[in-house]
């Protein structure tokens, strides 16, 4: 594992502008005095306070106190050369043995000083210096994007399955709520750096147990077992253990290296990772035939020899220890085969090698799940076990901040979707583990949350940077449920309303953990559906886009009644009583992840919604902005048809920040049939719905009006005289009901019968 420190501040390549008073004539003596600036970093914001002097000589000097979270450090910087209206100086700092140098350059222009301070060949952000003291920055928002119930802990969850663990140096420099959370939700601990041999031997006379120490001493104090990690490593290793290159010293640094470090903890670890990394990145089919090594140190002076002397090592200083092999991207790919050639030698040299250490780094929406479960196979073949040592999934997007950009990661909050997103890869990789839980022996989040992470910016863990925990906690969870019955939902949250409705099938409003922001209406029972019947969809986005279904909820408990699951932004607890979260933004994207969601949930035989759900059929629907957000996602192929209720293409760009940002020529998205349910000529959106009607010739659409205003009838006793209208169009169209266009077709059908009712249409046959 690359260093999670090493990692976070190579991102560091930040920009800062200093605010200097602006003089006609610019010289050095413009920048003497003190200086105070904020930069953004991984481990949050830093205040650097700086002092610049330039003597009689014209020698500069130039120091600073750095704020950095909760310690404060000074720094003098090196190679300080002014030059008129330019600056250049550097930063020297020390992590464990090593020395990285940070370059600065600025240059005067008018009242400020733009400074760019890079390391290797990154960009920056931009900051701001003046002479006076910042101001406090706004204290973040402690509320998550979505708030997740969770009632089980994860690790009582799968404790007679694997252990669930998480790595970070603990207790140093955590407080006293992370340690908290640290010690209820976890069984396991793997120190991230402080067991490195660079960290824990840096001389090879000197050791540095304090942390060590501390970390075992506060796990053992809360119950948790403890991982080791990592005897030998070609990174974050001294170059001490190489010095002389002679192979019989080199082994003898390393035996004594791991006697001293296994055997300090002999017995109180429960196992080691004792080769990191070893495995060469990439490869092709020839290199897919060998153990491709890494040509590293220790490749160089004991050749293929030291992973097997290590493990031999390691079984001595600790006979009861598991002793794994952990490596990144070994369960696919040229890298996968590699491993498993590396693996057979190594059994049959006679390491005693007990397991295997999968790193799990992945990225939503493109999680191996394939690939992972056949190496857990394959490494089982070899009658070794298995463990996720560093898991996390970083979210896709753009909030996601996806690792390797040129520009410093951003910590903008992920959107509801992409959570969900991330959820679902989640509850797929638990639901891989679970299966083979006799191999599987622990599953490890590299983190403790999304601020603890070297993957920081990119909300990889369970728990946000306020330590709430995210959608992706419960849908782990939601694979426990029912443990005795998988078919039996949790009744805890239905919302029965309006009795369940007039149809058929008294329905439910209710929720999913694993669909966070989703209310589901659908009927109570599900026995009545199967291969026989199954249940169409509706995907429902609310009015002035927003975050929930209360002003529908007559209606659409309504359509569920007979035989539909609605999918409707907005979560369950908004409905009963609006509160704040009721006026968060929503998007068009949610009903697509919805989607998805059923979708996958209709495949899975632990799911309640087994085989129950017509998954090609499909409407999107939607009241006011929620029908531009219908409108929006009617390209997708799987919509069937479209309803747009109160609503139509606006013939400007909406000053409403969360209005669809759509054009007449997205009605050309339309693929299948639509209907346009309106509130009259004194509906607001009248003119442009109808102005929708003239320009859409390619498919079949009705044009429905009731005089009753913008509003329409959706808070009346079970959605008004607009429920038989919408039902009538999804018994045609979702399912096939030909009595459901008697309401449509023809001079006599049931619209043009009725006063209240005006209809128009294009295209339209039985």
């Known amino acids: 594992m690359a260093s999670k420190t090493l990692a976070c501040f190579c991102c560091l390549a930040l920009t800062a502008t200093f605010a200097l008073a602006q003089e006609p004539k610019q010289s050095s003596e413009d920048l003497t005095g003190t200086w105070h600036c904020q930069f953004e970093s991984p481990f949050g914001l830093q205040t650097y306070h700086f002092h610049l002097v330039i003597d009689t000589a014209g020698d500069a000097t130039l120091k600073a106190e750095v704020d950095d979270r909760d310690e404060e450090r000074k720094v003098v910087f090196v190679d300080v050369k002014v030059d008129n209206d330019s600056i250049e100086f550097a930063e020297v700092r020390q992590f464990g043995e090593r020395e990285f140098r940070i370059e600065y350059s600025g240059k005067l222009k008018g009242d400020e000083l733009t400074i760019t301070r890079s390391f290797g060949q990154r960009g920056g952000q931009d900051a701001v210096a003046t002479r006076n003291l910042p101001k406090p920055p706004p204290k973040e928002d402690p509320a998550p994007v979505v708030d997740v119930k969770i009632d089980r802990l994860i690790k009582d969850a799968f404790m007679d399955s694997f252990l669930v663990g998480m790595?970070?140096?603990?207790?140093?420099?955590?407080?006293?709520?992370?340690?908290k959370l640290a010690a209820a939700h976890f069984a396991a601990v793997t120190p991230e750096n402080c067991m490195k041999p660079e960290r824990v031997h840096p001389g090879e006379d000197r050791w540095n147990f304090e942390q060590t120490d501390a970390l075992v001493q506060w796990a053992e104090k809360n119950d948790m077992t403890i991982h080791g990690h990592t005897l030998v490593w070609h990174a974050q290793t001294p170059n001490w253990f190489?010095?002389?290159?002679?192979?019989?010293?080199?082994?003898?640094?390393?035996?004594?290296?791991?006697?001293?470090?296994?055997g300090r903890y002999r017995g109180r670890l429960q196992s080691w990772d004792v080769v990191n990394e070893a495995i060469n990145d990439g490869g092709d089919a020839e290199t897919a035939k060998t153990e491709n090594l890494r040509d590293s140190n220790w490749l160089q002076t004991l050749g293929p020899e030291f992973l097997t002397l290590a493990f031999k090592f390691a079984r001595q200083a600790d006979p009861d220890a598991v002793l794994y092999y952990?490596?990144?991207?070994?369960?696919?790919?040229?890298?996968?085969?590699?491993?498993?050639?590396?693996?057979?030698?190594?059994?049959?040299?006679?390491a005693p090698i007990d397991a295997v250490g999968i790193q799990g780094h992945w990225r939503s929406g493109r999680v191996p799940f394939e690939a992972i479960e056949k190496a857990i196979t394959d490494y089982a073949s070899l009658g070794l076990k298995v463990s996720i040592t560093e898991l996390d999934v970083t979210i896709r997007g753009e909030s996601g901040g996806q690792f390797g950009r040129r520009r410093f990661r951003s910590s903008s909050p992920p959107s509801l979707e992409d959570l969900n997103v991330q959820a679902e890869d989640y509850a797929k990789l638990f639901s891989i583990f679970k299966k083979h839980e006799d191999v599987i022996e622990r599953v490890t989040f590299w983190g403790l949350n999304d601020r603890r992470t070297w993957r920081w910016g990119q909300h990889p863990l369970l728990f946000d940077g306020n330590n709430n925990p995210k959608p992706a906690y419960a849908s782990i969870i939601a694979l426990t449920d029912g443990k005795d019955d998988e078919n039996t939902p949790d009744q805890s949250n239905n919302v029965k309303i309006e009795d369940g409705g007039r149809g058929p099938y008294s329905a439910i409003a209710t929720e999913s953990k694993t669909l966070a922001g989703i209310t589901i209406y659908r009927p109570d029972d599900l026995t009545a559906f199967g291969s026989e019947q199954q249940l169409p969809i509706l995907l429902w986005g609310n009015g002035a886009c927003a975050n929930t279904t209360e002003e529908h909820k007559n209606f659409l408990n309504e359509i569920a009644s007979h035989g539909y699951i609605v999918l409707g932004i907005g979560p369950l607890d908004q409905l009963q009583q609006r509160g704040e979260a009721s006026r968060q933004r929503t998007s068009s994207s949610q009903l697509l992840a919805a989607l998805d969601w059923i979708i996958a949930q209709d495949a899975t035989e632990r799911s309640i919604y087994f085989e129950k759900i017509d998954t090609?059929?499909?409407a999107a629907m939607g009241m006011s902005c929620g029908g531009l957000q219908a409108i929006e996602i009617s390209g997708d192929p799987r919509i069937t048809t479209t309803v747009v209720c109160n609503s139509g293409v606006l013939p400007t760009q909406s000053p409403m920040a969360a209005m669809p940002n759509l054009t007449k020529d997205d009605l050309g998205k339309f693929h299948g049939p639509v209907l346009y349910i309106m509130g009259?000529?004194?509906?607001?959106?009248?003119?442009?719905?109808?102005?929708?009607?003239?320009?859409?010739?390619?498919v079949p659409i009705?044009?429905?009006?009731?005089?009753?205003?913008?509003?329409?009838t959706y808070r009346r006793p079970h959605g008004g005289k607009y429920s038989p209208v919408a039902i009538a169009w999804l018994d045609w169209h979702l399912k096939g009901e030909q009595s459901g266009a008697k309401m449509f077709v023809g001079d006599d059908s049931q619209l043009r019968r009725d006063p209240?009712?005006?209809?128009?249409?294009?295209n339209i046959s039985r």
Do not use: Q
Request: glycine share 8%; net charge negative.
């Open 616 to 618: 090609t059929k499909v």
């Open 680 to 698: 009259g000529p004194s509906d607001i959106a009248y003119k442009n719905a109808m102005d929708d009607f003239s320009r859409v010739d390619h």
């Open 167 to 179: 790595a970070g140096d603990l207790p140093s420099r955590y407080s006293e709520e992370e340690l």
């Open 242 to 262: 190489f010095e002389g290159r002679d192979p019989e010293t080199v082994k003898r640094r390393m035996k004594e290296h791991i006697d001293t470090l296994a």
């Open 702 to 712: 009705v044009m429905t009006n009731l005089d009753v205003g913008h509003g329409g």
């Open 756 to 762: 209240d009712w005006t209809i128009d249409s294009k």
């Open 326 to 350: 952990n490596d990144y991207n070994i369960e696919s790919g040229p890298k996968h085969e590699s491993s498993m050639v590396l693996l057979r030698r190594l059994l049959a040299d006679g």
